[in-house]
């Protein structure tokens, strides 16, 4: 079982908006910055933002990430087909010393 | 161009041993932190180790603690997870990955390296 808590899946049609959560604790999400990550099939996770919020190259501002108290989102809006893939939270935890993830959500553009 | 290249991933009985290398390169290697990520089949995202840019700070996951160990070479630009008394829940596809510090900031992946344990 994941520490953060994701649902496993969320769909949404073409051009529609869909937001996906991310709940956590006071020594994660809570005093830490959240991390995101868009899996592909097949493929090797790819991080959607820096530190800084910044979107890295190729990450169109369709996607963005908000945090309050120990939650965390991300939002992507004007849906497309290559969105479909997995999507993953995380956050270092200042109990366990080390990083953690939300157990992943599965977005499917219908 | 940033890369990361892992190798070493193979089939092993449980209870054995395996060692995992990753090839970094476009960067210089030893100005980054970095960590091995797992990923069980079908299933998400596991933390497994970290190491400091200058191998001072180490930390592993409680699941693999006194089982694998971390290292990394600056001047091979590799880094390295020696796994010992290997289990069934260890099976996973291994990801090498840049860490920014101690968050969870992960900025640069190699494409893994599949470690199956089975008898």
């Known amino acids: 079982q994941s520490i953060l808590t994701q649902p496993p899946s969320a769909s949404g049609t073409p051009g529609q908006r869909v937001t996906i959560s991310c709940s956590g604790t006071?020594?994660?999400?809570?005093?830490?910055?959240v991390s995101w990550y868009q899996q592909l099939p097949g493929t090797a996770p790819k991080l959607l933002f820096s530190?800084?919020?910044q979107r890295p190259s190729g990450v169109p501002d369709r996607f963005s990430d908000s945090k309050s108290g120990t939650s965390a989102s991300l939002a992507i809006s004007g849906l497309r087909s290559e969105d479909e893939a997995d999507y993953f939270c995380?956050?270092?935890?200042?109990?366990?010393?080390?990083?953690?993830f939300g157990g992943g959500t599965k977005l499917t553009v219908l | 161009q940033l890369h990361l290249l892992e190798s070493g991933g193979d089939l092993v009985k449980p209870g054995g041993s395996l060692r995992l290398s990753c090839a970094a390169s476009g960067f210089t290697f030893g100005h980054f932190h970095m960590a091995w990520v797992r990923q069980a089949p079908g299933k998400g995202l596991e933390w497994v180790s970290y190491?400091?840019?200058?191998?001072?700070?180490?930390y592993s996951a409680d699941s693999v603690r006194g089982r694998f160990t971390i290292s990394r070479d600056n001047t091979k630009n590799s880094l390295y997870l020696q796994m010992n008394s290997l289990r069934a829940d260890d099976t996973a596809v291994y990801y090498c990955?840049?860490?920014?510090?101690?968050?969870?900031?992960?900025?640069?992946w190699g494409r893994g390296t599949l470690v199956t344990v089975s008898s």
């Open positions: 190491i400091s840019s200058d191998t001072g700070t180490r």
């Open positions: 990955a840049r860490q920014i510090g101690t968050t969870a900031f992960f900025d640069l």
């Open positions: 006071d020594s994660n999400i809570g005093v830490n910055s």
């Open positions: 995380a956050a270092w935890d200042d109990s366990l010393n080390g990083p953690v």
């Open positions: 530190r800084d919020h």
